[in-house]
């Protein structure tokens, strides 16, 4: 599964947050809770090919020059993703955050 599998996914299941991190499976935060998006837990190698795609060569340069980057992608179904990549103990990690298309009312806040 490859990371824009992972937000189409996250985007069915109504997810708030994706996490990717070496030695774990890709999870979710839907309603408060962490869900698996899948059972393959992630290689060093995964998540590294994982932050080049989402990054991009521009981005994926600051990862490597500063330790992280924060920038935001679409996918081509129009939804919004805020992203932060990092390195972490020489290793990569994702935090994603999706955008809500529409504002939502008091009500449902």
């Known amino acids: 599964m490859n990371i824009f599998d992972i937000l189409r996914v996250a985007i069915e ?59 935001s992608v679409s996918i081509e179904s129009g939804e919004r993703f805020r992203v932060n990549a990092y390195k972490q103990k020489g290793n990569y990690a994702i935090a994603i955050r999706t955008i809500a298309s529409q504002i939502p009312s008091f009500e449902t806040l």
Do not use: Q, W, Y
């Open 13 to 71: 299941l109504e997810a708030s947050d994706i996490h990717i991190t070496e030695g774990s499976v890709p999870v979710a935060r839907i309603k408060g809770r962490f869900t698996k998006l899948t059972e393959k837990i992630l290689t060093k190698h995964d998540t590294e090919e994982m932050a080049k795609k989402i990054a991009g060569d521009k981005n994926f340069k600051k990862i490597e020059e500063s330790g992280e980057c924060d920038f």
